[in-house]
């Protein structure tokens, strides 16, 4: 293989074994930026798109069970209506230049709420300086989906008074011990390994407890992204009153199609345990294949960050078993070209 077909692939597991020191490094960021957050904000909007907007889902699995203030993930050019004066809305924007993000960066200065951008440039970071906003800057030159880390980090940064307590030793614990397993998740032998294997050319579809429920999108999406290849997402107990329907009445060639892929935690609700046993006695029966992910850490974030590892290499992995480069993403691009967007 040439030089150039490899600087891809490399790239891309270099950033992905970056991730947890990333978080280190955008936790500090955050923390020296200093953002004064007024007393009487009473709720968060982060808004983004693709890869800049599943740190604020990965955030919200640490925030929704710990925090009394709400943080809501925008996806798109508008604002929820309760955006006011007590909203701290942070746009995440890793390029800067993401249209639906500026359209809702200048509607939340109409509406008077306190306003943070965290990116590494672009027209997001000029409107912030010209508008008094204060804007954490993130490093450059990163594919959106590769800055996971520094955006997360950057997130609990900002929102760390809100915590009981500062978030900095379990930053750095977290960051520790996940970037301790980068070497495993790299082996032939690793589990991101063994869950391409199992995949293979099948569809993969990611299921996942309502508490994780962003990692499994972030799996989802960086399969289509690493992998170029369509992969679904669902999550317990929701599945099971409609997808199972679904899984019940397959026969054996359209399950031979599928791969389904069980990530759980010590951390969810005991119940979700047996109703996954059940699923994946009931998908082997109808010859679907099933593979599990288990994360071992019981603190929320240590689990997060640890299943974004997993999942970033089982992308990089299954993009490799069949020799695609992953750093491209040409299809987005020629979208913005189409539309007319940067």
Do not use: C
């Not at 005991?270 to 994946?280: D, H, Q, R, V």
Request: aromatic share 4%.
């Amino acid at each position: 293989m040439t030089a150039a077909r490899t600087e891809g692939p490399v790239r891309m597991r270099t950033l992905a074994t970056q991730v947890p020191e990333h978080l280190a490094a955008g936790f500090a960021r955050a923390v020296d930026l200093g953002a004064p957050i007024p007393r009487q904000t009473r709720s968060a909007v982060v808004v983004g798109m693709g890869g800049s907007a599943i740190a604020a889902d990965l955030a919200r699995g640490v925030t929704d069970p710990e925090l009394e203030i709400a943080l809501e993930v925008g996806r798109g050019p508008s604002l929820p209506r309760s955006v006011d004066k007590t909203t701290l809305t942070i746009f995440t924007s890793y390029s800067g230049n993401t249209w639906e993000t500026l359209s809702a960066y200048d509607e939340a200065g109409r509406r008077g709420s306190v306003r943070l951008a965290i990116t590494s440039g672009g027209e997001l970071a000029r409107r912030a300086e010209r508008d008094g906003v204060p804007h954490l800057q993130l490093p450059p030159g990163l594919p959106p989906r590769a800055a996971v880390g520094y955006l997360l980090g950057g997130l609990f940064g900002v929102l760390d008074p809100f915590f009981p307590e500062s978030n900095e030793s379990r930053i750095r614990r977290a960051a520790e011990r996940v970037g301790a397993l980068q070497t495993s998740l790299q082996s032939p032998k690793g589990l991101p390994r063994r869950l391409a294997a199992a995949v293979g050319t099948r569809t993969p579809q990611v299921y996942a407890d309502v508490s994780i429920a962003s990692l499994a999108r972030r799996w989802k999406t960086q399969i289509e992204e690493n992998a170029k290849r369509l992969a679904h997402f669902d999550l317990f107990p929701e599945l099971l009153h409609n997808a199972i329907v679904g899984w019940d009445a397959l026969d054996g060639p359209q399950a031979r199609r599928w791969a389904v892929l069980l990530i759980d935690w010590p951390g969810q609700n005991p119940s979700i345990a047996s109703a996954e046993s059940y699923l994946e006695r009931l998908l082997k029966r109808r010859g679907v294949v099933v593979a599990r992910a288990h994360l071992g850490a019981e603190d929320r974030l240590e689990a997060l960050l640890t299943g974004v590892s997993i999942g970033d290499h089982l992308s990089l992995d299954l993009a490799e078993a069949v020799g695609v480069d992953p750093l491209p993403v040409e299809a987005i691009a020629q979208m913005k070209r189409a539309l007319g967007r940067s």
